[in-house]
C-alpha cells in the first residue's frame, strides 16, 4: 500500500541526524489506475504526504508494468488496470513475463528507449499546465526521474 511506502521511507529518513546518509529520497509505487477508488485515494495522499515530507516520487498509473512496456513502445492508449498493462507488456516485448519477474536482464539495454518514451510521454501528459498530480496523468509513470538521478548520481 502506498502509505506504508512513505511510512517506511519516513521510518528510515531522519533529517535531525548529522550522519544521515540519504541525499534523496524516494518512494516508488502504482495506482492500480482510477477504477480502484480506495486504492487511487490512498495513492494520492501518500503522494501528498511524500511531498510534504520532502521525498521524491516515482508513480506508476495504473501499474509498474507501464514503466516496463515503455522500453518496448510508447503507449498512450488506455490501460484501465494493472492486468491490462501486463497483457500488453506480454503482446509487445516479454511474452512470458508474470507479475514480480526479475527481467531486468530482459529490459536493461532498452532502458535509452523507456527514458526517452517516459519522458514524451510525461511532457505531453504531465507538463502542460503543470497543476497534475502524478496520480492524475494516466498512463504515465515517473520512474524515468528515479532513474535518470540514479543515473547522474554515478
Known sequence: MPKSVVEAAKAIKKDE??????DEVWVVFDTEGPQNPNRFTAAKASVNQAYALKFKTAVSNPAWEFWLLLH??????????GTAARKRLKEKGLPNYEKGDNCFED??????????????????????????????????????????????NQ
Open 17 to 22: 541526524d548529522p550522519e544521515d546518509p540519504y
Open 107 to 152: 529490459v536493461y539495454n532498452l532502458t535509452p528507449t523507456a527514458l526517452k518514451n517516459a519522458n514524451k510521454l510525461f511532457k505531453e501528459r504531465y507538463e502542460p499546465d503543470g497543476k497534475k498530480h502524478p496520480c492524475d496523468c494516466h498512463p504515465c509513470t515517473e520512474v524515468h526521474r528515479l532513474i535518470e538521478s540514479m543515473m547522474s
Open 72 to 81: 518496448f513502445e510508447y503507449f498512450t492508449g488506455n490501460l484501465v488496470d
